[in-house]
């Protein structure tokens, strides 16, 4: 996915000054604390959230239990995609596993942006391309490797990750139970 993102830099940087301007006109970076949360269920997502620091995670309610979907590091794009996309209520909640600095753009300011400044579109399509990718690969994933093998691709990905992370947010967002994850831990 690095490669990806490299595309997204140069993107940006191939913007004309008015295109770079309006796009730091229209993000405010903004500060939370842990535990803060950045996006309740049933809130429209009227923000996206670009990690500078910090860790968040998506997640939602299953009869009472939190299901971790997605866990958001440094440079990654924190968003609801559906209610952010179509401007509906949430099912998810997205909130701040630690401290975090984040640039914050508001949904309204950048599809008016899009309308004066036509590279915004194509960011906005390239963003939407490398979720889509990063969700099939998500996807792929969890039906062809074991939950071991699951696990070291995140490990190899993020190796900071333990550090900061509950293992019962590692086991959810995984789909196995704790005990599972112990196991496979203590294998290694």
Do not use: N
């Amino acid at each position: 996915m690095l490669q990806h993102f490299s595309k997204i830099e140069q993107l940006i940087h191939s913007f004309d000054r008015p295109t770079k301007k309006v796009l730091d006109e229209i993000a405010v970076v903004k500060h939370f604390k842990k535990g803060d949360i950045l996006l309740a269920e049933g809130e429209v997502c009227r923000k996206s959230f670009h990690l500078i620091r910090g860790i968040a995670r998506k997640y939602y309610l299953s009869e009472g239990k939190e299901v971790t979907t997605e866990f958001y590091f440094e440079d990654d794009l924190a968003v609801a995609f559906s209610s952010y996309t179509f401007q509906e209520p949430s099912r998810e909640y997205i909130d701040c596993l630690s401290d975090i600095s984040a640039s914050v753009t508001d949904y309204q300011a950048f599809q008016q942006a899009k309308q004066c400044f036509p590279r915004l579109m194509e960011l906005d399509l390239l963003l939407t391309e490398v979720y889509t990718g990063w969700l099939e690969e998500s996807l792929f994933d969890r039906h062809t490797l074991s939950a071991t093998q699951r696990y070291e691709k995140l490990l190899a990905q993020t190796p900071y990750l333990l550090q900061h992370i509950k293992l019962t947010h590692i086991a959810s967002y995984l789909g196995i139970s704790l005990e599972t994850l112990s196991r496979i831990r203590a294998k290694r």
